[in-house]
Structures are given as C-alpha cells and as structure tokens.
C-alpha cells in the first residue's frame, strides 16, 4: 500500500476517534455486563445464549451503525469543509483517497470490534466461568462480522461518491436490509422464468449477500461453522468490497469537483 | 481536469473482474449453505412471535414465508426427496402470519398429504392445516373440498369425508358436485367410480399444473385398473367357452372377441403375457395403476408426471 492510501487511512481512523466514534464502547461495556450479571437471575440456562446472542448482534449493528454514518461522510463532509481541495492539491490521486478513506474507516471498525470482542468473551467467562471449544465459533462470528463491515463501508463510501450525505445513507441501509434477504432473493429469481429470470437472478447477484456473513444463531447453539464457508465468504466479501471500491473511484475520477 | 485513462481502465475491468469472481464465490457460499436460510427462519418458529416482529406487516412476511414453502416443496420434490421435515412448521407460520392466504391452504394441503415422492406423505398435518383454513375463512367451500379430499384418498376416512362435502355443499355459494360428492360418498365410498369422481374434480377445478398432471395420472392409472379388469375377465370367459388360452390380443380379434387389440389411455397397445396376464407397455408411462404391472417391474423413485395439454 502506498504511503498515501497509509496517511490518508491514519488520518480518517485519527479523526473518527476524535469524532468520539469509540465512545460506543462504553455503551456496549454496560450492555455487556448488565446482561451477564441480570440473565443470570432472571432466566434459567440461557445466560450463556444470551450473551452471544446479545454480544454479536450489538458488535453487528453498533458496527453498522458506524460504517452507514461516518461512511456516508468520508467524502461528501470533505467537500463541504473543502479540505478536499487542499489534499488533492497535493501530489494524491482521487482513487488513493478513496482507498485510503476505506482502509481508514475499516482499520477503525476492526479496532472498534477487537475491544467488544474482548467485552464479549469477558462476559462469557463470567456466565460460564471456563471457557469451551464450541466458544471458537464466537471468533468465526466476530469474522464474519467484520467482513460485513467491509462491505458496508464500501457501499457507504461509493454512495458518498456522488450522493448527498442523507440519500446516501438511506441507500446504504436500504442495501443492508435487502442483503439480509440476499438468498431469498436468488431463490426467488429461480422461480421466475424467461427474461425476468435473467433480471431478477442479475439484480439478486448484485446486492450484497448479507445473510450469508450471519452466523451468530449457528454459534449461539455451538454449531460449527464449516472450513469451506469462511473461505468463500472471505473471498466473497473481499471481491465484493474491492468490485463497490471500484465502482467508488470510477465515479469519483470523473466527478467534477468545481 | 480528465482523469487519467489508465485509472478509468484499470478500474473498469477490475470492477467486472470483482463482480464476476464475487458471483462465483456467493455461488459456492449457496452450495456450503443449501437450505441455510429455511434452517434459520426456523430458529423463530413461533408465528406470534414472528407476528411480532413483523411490526404490522405480517401479510408480506407471510407472503414471504409461503414463497419459502413453494420453495422447499419444490426443491424436494425436485431431488424426489421422501422426508419434508420443514414443510408443516412453514406452512403453519404462513397461515398463522396471515389467515386468509387461501392459496397456502389449497396447496400447502397437497404437498402435505400427497404420498412421497409427490408430498410429504402427512395427511394429519394437512387435515389440521385445511380445518385452520376453514375456521378463518368459513365462507369458502374449496377448503371443505380439500377437507374431503384428503380424508377420502389419504386417511381412507369416508364418513369424516362425506360430513365435509356436506358441509361445503351448504355454503351460498358452493358447487354444485359437492352435493354429488357428498350423495356419491356414502353409497361408492371406496369405489374406482368414486376416486374417478374425485380425480376428476381436482382436474377441473385446479390452474395448477403439478396437480393437474397428478390428477391426469391418477385417472388414466384408475381407467387401466378398470381395462385390465374387464380384459381378465374376457379372457377368463374365452377360456372357458373354448378351452384354449389365447396368446396375444390379435388373436382374440381375429376370433372376433375383441374388435382389435385394446389401448391403454396412452394410446399404447395392452400386451397379453405367455402367463395369460394382461400388461401395460409403457409401465413407467402410466404411475399409480395397481394392475397390468409387468412381473418384477420396479417402479421409478420419482412417479413419471406426462405433462397435461
């Protein structure tokens, strides 16, 4: 990577930390232990369902969260501030920013889910006091998490390529949903037939699959999560992110910024 | 100022790269996954509970769930699967999503009491099914027809059949042959007239084309039932009045007993066996027949469903 892709990269994690990105955390620390220290009392036998339950899905939609509304600024508020300018006046490329910006964003959404990965276990070891094997699956899941974000970080970034900050985030969510549904949608174009079967199946492949990146109930049962899916899911996300990032730096190329 | 050529090029074809090696790789993903996401719409198999989350909009999550069932049926049915584990708690989170899905009755309760490889082989399921139907949507005689139905062919129950065609014949706006049906029922009661009867409803009364084709095929299997029947006993009286086993249908035409050699509804000649026995030639034409089976013959897993025209 380019020392370029690196400052602007550094530059973007530096600033959501001084937008007060992390302070989440401290939400997410309550959230973790009141629910170890109330599931215990009030449910019986659950207490280690919930905290996976619980612990993912908040590091996932926290993380959400995150990439939608600094992602859907990371151009457009460089523009209204106009420091746009000043960084372009430099010997930069308009792509190496937009990579830069993604790898900014992202760098700061794994930081962010290393500290709640850590709350997470934290409260496991405290509602089972050891740990088990079927726990591993809770690191898959933290993955799985992660190569989401990537995708929406992308989705964010290239809608704040050419969209205003508001529409861009109704977008990006509005993909998010229609993710979560992804394989009902394919298994819908394979009930259609003729060219609304090529439509519907072009446009089922070309929203994110979202659904595929969540395990978190599988894990919450201790069911494993087989070799095979991470290492398409891997390449999935990474192909996909990389094809949004693509499609982010052809618009931005020929976006007059005047 | 014109971005750089290089840029847009290279970004150009990586993109259709990436998106073409993402198609790929979600392929895989489904492969590793196949039948993930019916697993997982379980892990909520409470329909109040999804009714809930719906936020008020449970008619489409039921349209959804009921897209889930076709789906998973016809996947099934597709590899000739015998076990539809998921199919009852789909559609009983579809119908209790939204009462009034008629179609997730009518169809639900076929793929549920028809026999495997054609269903799930659950007539109990599709009773409970279809009786849910009827208390949501009393007015509608189809479901008492379904009712009926599946008590005749699946549970052989024939007087809970009779009580539900006498019960739809009631409504305002009932056919006419359920009065038939309801009359026929208790006299012919499992009779070949009555299953024609009953086939023969379901034929016309169905847009569907699966079922039609099931219907067809199960009136041309009761109408070789019959030939085969009345040629046995032809033969048998031939027998008898001349003392001689004939050894081919041409030869009781040419004897004058027959006007030629008989034909399956198929158009396919009946054959005469050296052992005196009446055969279909094309038994994996013509599933479901009980009689005319060559000796041994195997039936394929999957019934052979002619298309209708």
């Not at chain 1, 970034?157 to 861009?168: A, E, I, R, T, V």
Request: glycine residues 8%; proline residues 5%.
């Amino acid at each position: 990577m380019s020392s370029r892709i690196l400052h602007i990269a550094s530059n973007t994690f530096r600033e959501a930390v001084r937008d007060r990105v992390l302070y989440n955390l401290i939400v997410f620390a309550l959230l973790m232990c009141g629910a170890a220290i109330l599931v215990g009392q009030i449910s019986i036998d659950i207490e280690r369902l919930v905290v996976v339950n619980l612990g993912l899905t908040a590091v996932s939609i926290f993380g959400i969260v995150i990439a939608i509304f600094i992602g859907i600024g990371l151009v457009s508020k460089e523009i209204e501030k106009r420091t746009l300018y000043t960084v372009l006046s430099r010997p930069v490329r308009r792509w190496e920013f937009i990579a830069g910006k993604f790898f900014g964003l992202a760098g700061t959404l794994i930081v962010n889910t290393f500290f709640m990965a850590i709350g997470v276990f934290a409260a496991l070891l405290y509602v089972s006091h050891h740990f088990q094997a079927s726990d591993a699956g809770v690191l898959v899941a933290l993955y799985f998490i992660i190569l989401q974000f990537l995708i929406i970080v992308a989705l964010a970034l290239f809608f704040s390529s050419f969209s205003s900050p508001l529409l861009s985030a109704i977008f990006a969510f509005a993909l998010f949903i229609i993710g979560t549904f992804a394989e009902d949608l394919r298994g819908f174009a394979a009930l259609t037939h003729g060219a609304e079967r090529w439509l519907a199946t072009g446009v089922a492949y070309l929203v994110p699959n979202i659904s595929a990146l969540n395990v978190i109930s599988q894990v919450a049962h201790g069911e494993p999560v087989a070799g095979q899916l991470i290492l398409y899911n891997t390449g999935y996300a990474l192909l996909y992110s990389a094809m949004v990032l693509f499609g982010a730096i052809l618009i931005f190329e020929h976006r007059n910024l005047k | 100022m014109k971005p750089p050529r290089t840029v847009t090029v290279a970004a150009s074809l990586l993109l259709i790269i990436t998106l073409a090696g993402s198609t790929l790789l979600l392929r895989q993903v489904d492969k590793v996954r196949r039948g993930a996401t019916l697993q997982e719409v379980l892990y909520i198999s409470s329909p109040q509970a999804l009714k809930r989350l719906s936020l008020g909009y449970s008619g489409l999550m039921a349209d959804i769930y009921w897209t889930r069932a076709v789906q998973y049926f016809g996947e099934h049915h597709h590899e000739g699967a015998s076990n539809y584990a998921l199919l009852g708690p789909l559609l009983e989170i579809t119908t209790k999503l939204d009462p009034k899905l008629l179609v997730a009755y009518e169809y639900g309760s076929n793929f549920l009491s028809a026999e495997p490889p054609l269903g799930a082989g659950q007539p109990n399921e599709a009773v409970e099914l279809v009786k849910h139907g009827i208390k949501n949507n009393p007015d509608q005689w189809h479901l008492y027809y379904d009712l009926g139905f599946i008590y005749y062919m699946g549970l052989k129950n024939y007087k809970a059949a009779a009580d539900a065609f006498m019960q739809g014949s009631k409504l305002p706006n009932a056919h006419p042959f359920m009065k038939i049906m309801a009359a026929n029922m208790a006299a012919h009661a499992g009779d070949l007239q009555m299953a024609q009867l009953m086939w023969t409803t379901t034929y016309e009364s169905t847009k569907d084309k699966e079922i039609r084709a099931n219907a067809a095929a199960h009136l041309r299997a009761i109408k070789v039932d019959k030939d085969v029947s009345a040629l046995n006993a032809m033969i048998s009286r031939y027998e008898n009045q001349t003392g001689l086993t004939p050894h081919s249908f041409a030869e009781l035409a040419q004897a004058g007993v027959l006007r030629g050699v008989p034909l399956d509804p198929l158009g396919q000649p009946y054959k005469l066996a050296s052992d005196g026995s009446v055969e279909v030639s094309d038994p994996d034409d013509l599933p479901f027949i009980t009689r005319g089976l060559p000796l041994g013959y195997k039936p394929p897993a999957k019934p052979k469903l002619l298309p209708v025209n």
